[in-house]
């Protein structure tokens, strides 16, 4: 396994282009499996989410080619479906394997799908998924720690969901297309990603309307069919958005070319309120900060609220605030791991709960810190960038699993950082060199 040594304390400053989004690749990429033939997807990200997905789809029977070369473009062929099943190994790995319940069942009538079971974060439950699922006709049985479904009819049905929830309207959506009849999903998630597959679905022959709004209606069809032009994935938010509190963080000058700028909302109002300059240039997000940072409380919130994918890094950001901010985290109930670490670095914070109350302080300093999932280690990376002298940072997979070329783009940046080995001895924290720059 790989760690990550950052060098900190330089301000980042120059140009890093989004990539695809993730979390909308990833049930894009799936919804390939409602409309037989061959599909051709651009900007999907280089993730390890993404390869799980593929060889997913290729255990389902669906091969996926990606030029040598390479690059964003997929090319899917979905012709046949020779399993209908998501295993646990591949579900373990990666929770947002489940969004293939619905389109499995909508292709062959059943799915046999793993329980995703807990992560990180929480306990990440799917009774949403099957509540809705079963409106539209489908039934279920839990065993061995798999969802049994099959359905004979889908047909159209009014849903209201008791939580927002991202991947539950996700798999809803790709069973209520090819449904008989009209579906309504009211308390649907409103998350950019659900409008650009929603989008994705449209461009194969779906009839929906209201993404991007807690209510969705979907006109049945008959089938679909491939897209006739190569889809486009949307830009990373919540990747676009790290950056830009990288930016934020080191008191640099970053510009994030490619943003989804018009999901970026919240996040680029709290960055103004820190005391960031933040101005937009069609689809170039830039960002300067050269004052004090000023502490911002923040709720996360389902979009267009600020984004929880987002509260990790927003953490780090106020532990260099000039004063204390406060962050409560309203989605998931286990998501302040990061904190533990960050006090590590020098961090000050209080946790009450799903309450953080965050002490900011002048300066962080290096040290040896471990990612607990995905976000985290975002939030990690960051607090390195900015701290003095050297951190080391383990579980490297995690950051894997959702920033694309990430020691590239930060070395596109002016960030000294490395990948290395595990076993590599490093000396984090203030070098005599470091005590003699301060
Ligand atoms: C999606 O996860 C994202 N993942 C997450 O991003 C993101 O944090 C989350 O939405 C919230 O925005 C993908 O899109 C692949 P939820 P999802 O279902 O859909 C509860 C990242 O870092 N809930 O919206 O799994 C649940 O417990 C990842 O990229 C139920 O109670 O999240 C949680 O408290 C992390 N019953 C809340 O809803 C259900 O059936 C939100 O979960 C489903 C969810």
Same mark, same amino acid.
């Given at each position: 396994?790989?760690?990550?040594?950052?060098?900190?304390?330089?301000?980042?400053?120059?140009?890093?282009?989004?990539?695809?989004?993730?979390?909308?690749?990833?049930?894009?990429?799936?919804?390939?499996?409602?409309? #037989?033939?061959?599909?051709?997807?651009?900007?999907?990200?280089?993730?390890?989410?993404?390869?799980?997905?593929?060889?997913?789809?290729?255990?389902?029977?669906?091969?996926?080619?990606?030029?040598?070369?390479?690059?964003?473009?997929?090319?899917?062929?979905?012709?046949?479906?020779?399993?209908?099943?998501? #295993?646990?190994?591949?579900? /373990?790995?990666?929770?947002?394997?489940?969004?293939?319940?619905?389109?499995?069942?909508? /292709?062959?009538?059943?799915?046999?799908?793993?329980?995703?079971?807990?992560?990180?974060? $929480?306990?990440?439950?799917?009774?949403?998924?099957?509540?809705?699922?079963?409106?539209?006709?489908?039934? @279920?049985?839990?065993?061995?720690?798999?969802?049994?479904?099959?359905?004979?009819?889908?047909?159209?049905?009014?849903?209201?969901?008791?939580?927002?929830?991202?991947?539950?309207?996700?798999?809803? *959506?790709?069973?209520?297309?090819?449904?008989?009849?009209?579906?309504?999903?009211?308390?649907?998630?409103?998350?950019?990603?659900?409008?650009?597959?929603?989008?994705?679905?449209?461009?194969?022959?779906?009839?929906?309307? $209201?993404?991007?709004?807690?209510?969705?209606?979907?006109?049945?069809?008959?089938?679909? /069919?491939?897209?006739?032009?190569?889809?486009?994935?949307?830009?990373?938010?919540?990747?676009?958005?790290?950056?830009?509190?990288?930016?934020?963080?080191?008191? $640099?000058?970053? =510009?994030?070319?490619?943003?989804?700028?018009?999901?970026?909302?919240?996040?680029?109002?709290?960055?103004?309120?820190?005391?960031?300059?933040?101005?937009?240039?069609?689809?170039?997000?830039?960002?300067?900060?050269?004052?004090?940072?000023?502490?911002?409380?923040?709720?996360?919130?389902?979009?267009?609220?600020?984004?929880?994918?987002?509260?990790?890094?927003?953490?780090?950001? *106020?532990?260099?605030?000039?004063?204390?901010?406060?962050? /409560?985290?309203?989605? @998931?109930?286990?998501?302040? *791991?990061?904190?533990?670490?960050? *006090?590590?670095?020098?961090?000050?914070?209080?946790?009450?709960?799903?309450?953080?109350?965050?002490?900011?302080?002048?300066?962080?300093?290096?040290? =040896?810190?471990?990612?607990?999932?995905?976000?985290?280690?975002?939030?990690?990376?960051?607090?390195?960038?900015?701290?003095?002298?050297?951190?080391?940072?383990?579980?490297?997979?995690?950051?894997?699993?959702?920033?694309?070329?990430?020691?590239?783009?930060?070395?596109?940046?002016?960030?000294?950082?490395?990948?290395?080995?595990?076993?590599?001895?490093?000396?984090?924290?203030?070098?005599?060199?470091?005590?003699?720059?301060?």
């Amino acid at each position: 396994m790989d760690k990550l040594v950052i060098h900190g304390g330089h301000p980042l400053q120059g140009t890093v282009r989004a990539s695809g989004a993730k979390n909308a690749a990833l049930p894009i990429l799936i919804a390939t499996l409602l409309a #037989p033939g061959e599909h051709v997807i651009d900007n999907v990200p280089e993730l390890v989410d993404v390869s799980f997905t593929l060889s997913l789809l290729g255990r389902i029977g669906c091969p996926s080619l990606i030029p040598a070369e390479g690059g964003a473009r997929v090319r899917l062929d979905t012709t046949r479906v020779a399993f209908s099943e998501a #295993p646990y190994d591949v579900v /373990r790995k990666m929770r947002a394997s489940v969004v293939a319940l619905g389109p499995l069942l909508a /292709r062959c009538g059943h799915a046999r799908v793993s329980l995703p079971g807990g992560c990180a974060i $929480g306990v990440r439950p799917i009774d949403q998924h099957l509540k809705g699922l079963e409106a539209l006709g489908c039934r @279920f049985e839990l065993e061995g720690g798999y969802v049994n479904g099959v359905v004979e009819h889908l047909r159209g049905a009014e849903i209201h969901l008791d939580v927002p929830t991202v991947t539950g309207t996700e798999n809803i *959506m790709m069973a209520a297309v090819l449904a008989d009849g009209v579906s309504v999903i009211h308390n649907a998630a409103a998350e950019p990603e659900i409008v650009d597959l929603a989008c994705f679905l449209r461009a194969m022959g779906a009839r929906i309307r $209201g993404e991007g709004t807690d209510t969705i209606e979907i006109d049945g069809v008959p089938a679909l /069919r491939p897209a006739r032009n190569p889809y486009r994935i949307m830009g990373d938010r919540i990747e676009a958005g790290t950056y830009l509190v990288g930016g934020a963080i080191t008191g $640099g000058a970053v =510009t994030v070319e490619r943003a989804p700028v018009a999901a970026l909302g919240p996040v680029l109002d709290t960055l103004r309120q820190a005391g960031c300059e933040v101005t937009v240039d069609g689809d170039r997000v830039h960002l300067r900060r050269d004052g004090d940072l000023r502490p911002v409380d923040i709720e996360t919130r389902p979009h267009p609220g600020f984004p929880t994918d987002m509260q990790a890094q927003w953490m780090a950001l *106020m532990a260099l605030a000039q004063g204390t901010s406060t962050i /409560r985290e309203t989605i @998931f109930e286990n998501r302040f *791991m990061h904190a533990a670490e960050l *006090m590590r670095l020098g961090a000050r914070i209080e946790l009450d709960g799903n309450t953080a109350r965050v002490h900011g302080r002048e300066q962080l300093t290096g040290a =040896t810190v471990m990612a607990t999932d995905l976000r985290a280690s975002a939030s990690l990376f960051l607090a390195g960038l900015a701290a003095r002298g050297t951190t080391e940072m383990l579980r490297l997979y995690h950051l894997d699993r959702g920033y694309e070329k990430l020691e590239a783009k930060l070395a596109a940046l002016g960030a000294q950082v490395e990948r290395v080995p595990d076993d590599v001895r490093v000396r984090t924290g203030v070098s005599a060199d470091d005590r003699a720059a301060i």
